[in-house]
Nanobody
Framework: QVQLVESGGGLVQAGGSLRLSCAAS????????MGWYRQAPGKQRELVAQ???????NYADSVKGRFTISRDNAKNTVYLQMNSLKPEDTAVYYC?????????????WGQGTQVTVSS
């Protein structure tokens, strides 16, 4: 069992910044990638940023240059630094962790944290 706990969401004005954190615990071995997804009302869940254990990163085009994902492998914690926030960034942000065990891949999700950007 893997538990993911997100923190750092809240209400911020446009142009402001927030830093999201996601800490993984439990059966945390063989986690090879962690990332952030978001879902706004009426929209599908989309990938925001992902980072592998090797340090490779992937960002949605809409957040490139504004968001930065980082990972502390020793602490099994992933961060999302969000700068220059826009109202369209408003969504529930979910932490994700992928774990490879033998031939199976398991995807784990946090409960989500609300990010609201006011104009």
């Amino acid at each position: 069992q893997v538990q993911l706990v997100e923190s750092g969401g809240g209400l911020v004005q446009a142009g402001g910044s927030l830093r999201l954190s996601c800490a993984a615990s439990g059966s945390i071995f063989n986690i090879n990638a962690m990332g952030w997804y978001r879902q706004a009302p009426g929209k599908q869940r989309e990938l925001v940023a992902q980072i592998t254990s090797g340090g490779s990163t992937n960002y949605a085009d809409s957040v490139k240059g504004r968001f930065t994902i980082s990972r502390d492998n020793a602490k099994n914690t992933v961060y999302l630094q969000m700068n220059s926030l826009k109202p369209e960034d408003t969504a529930v942000y979910y932490c994700n962790a992928n774990r490879q065990y033998r031939s199976s891949c398991f995807s784990h999700w946090g409960q989500g944290t609300q990010v609201t950007v006011s104009s």
